[in-house]
């Protein structure tokens, strides 16, 4: 009876949504069209770009090619705009997986500025299908965050998640998101529940993100036992949170236990460890990395990829310029059906790139189908040479490597402005190891924070998880192979030339 509910409802919606609009553009492309050859999702595109409410959003919503419809999901909650509360939790009822869990994200962004109905949430965290339930984990860290009236009781059913659910990605999300009850009075509570399922958990993955949640948020109600095992995980990443963890509980006595891991099979590891005993020491923790700290081994240069690059298009010869809705790229349909495909690329080809270092290279491989206007920035500035000889001016262990300009104030007389900037295209994807990613301007003050839509050539690439920035950051791709490179970049060191390979 639920599932004919539903249908009878989103059919009610659809229809009085059709009726009511009279939209400049076609709305009911055949469903057998490709994306780039749809006027109509590029319209999406440029309306979303301008953080443009409209009827012709709604109208595309409600269309009968469900790749239109959840790009237009997409697209509605990008905008911000209060007004697409009621079609995207209406379109939270569609019998389309893939429309479905699109609008429960999209509908999660509103929260970062608008009250959201945390009873839709809740019941999207119960949905059959693991794609909408990663989107309903994120809605509802967004609606913890943004204060939504009674979003402190998601709480319960996110731990639930974490604890029973049988898709690893989605306890993995609903543990990441559990971060959002930090300095609650839940918090404690929250955080022992969050270490049993840890002691029994037997997924690598959500050991790393439950660990990550004990560090981000709940360092000093973490059980010591908790911690012990978790310095001795058998995954790395593991590891890497536990020994900041460490750091964070601000007692000097956890020093003796941080040793073991400065012999740590792991580079990574042994980074943190380091910056955990300077914290505990009382120094500060390093800002700006200049050289290999004593003690660490950095990971040995990979053979050089010789993969032939593409050529640089003749018409690169002038000006880099904001790109316009069409010249994104939108090949691939939006349709992500499994919980994987919230969590990562669609299937089909990619654009990749080639980031030459000065300590070997980095092959990154880009998704355009979840941020088409960043990618096609990228892509336009690789292809006018601009990040050819830039000094990565900023090496942060256990955090980025970050080259493309100087938002953050630093003077580099290799950056030339660009004059423009480009809109944040927030996503599912997740901050996790070996994302590239753009950077964004900070206001000033006591509460600083990231400026929306102030990206514009800046990127950088996280050397482990960082999945509190997944409010507010652009993930625009994932290296392919050179990790390991990030192991060797200093800020003394540069990027020699990034080119464009062909789609994989």
Known sequence: ??????????????????????????????????????????????????????????????????????????????????????????????????????????????????????????????????????????????????????????????????????????RGRAAAALAAWTKTADGPAIARRIARAFGRERSATVRWHEAWTLRRAFATATPPWTVAAGLSDPDELVRIQFADLVARRKNPAGIAALRPLLRDPSWRVREQTLESIRVLSGRKRTEDLTSVPAGIVTPR???????????????AASAPARPTADEALVDLPLRPATSALMDGSMRGPHPRVRIGTTQGTIVVRLYPEWAPLTVANFLNLVDHGYYDNLRWYRVVPDFVAQTGGHLTGKPDDDIAPVGYTVPAEENPLEQRSGVISMGLDYTTGKDAHAKRDSANVEFYITISPQLHLDRDFTVFGEIESGFATLGRLIERDRITKVVRLADD
């Open 1 to 170: 009876m639920e599932v004919v509910g539903r249908s009878r409802a989103w059919h009610k919606v659809r229809t009085l949504a059709v009726a009511g609009v009279v939209a400049a553009w076609v709305i009911s492309t055949p469903t057998k069209a490709a994306p780039a050859d749809q006027p109509s999702y590029r319209r999406l595109i440029e309306l979303e770009s301008t953080r443009s409410f409209s009827d012709g959003l709604t109208a595309a919503l409600a269309s009968s090619d469900t790749s239109l419809a959840g790009r237009a999901a997409l697209a509605l909650g990008r905008t911000e705009d209060p007004r697409a509360a009621g079609p995207l939790k209406n379109a939270t009822s569609s019998q389309d997986v893939p429309l479905r869990a699109l609008a429960v994200y999209g509908y999660g962004l509103l929260a970062a500025h608008n009250p959201i109905d945390v009873a839709t949430v809740a019941l999207a965290l119960k949905d059959q299908a693991g794609a909408v339930r990663v989107a309903a984990a994120d809605a509802a860290g967004r609606a913890r965050a943004g204060r939504s009236p009674g979003a402190g009781t998601l709480a319960e059913p996110l731990l639930a998640l974490e604890q029973r659910d049988p898709d690893p990605i989605v």
């Open 301 to 315: 240069p990979q053979p050089a990829d010789t993969e032939p690059a593409l050529l640089r298009p003749t018409t």
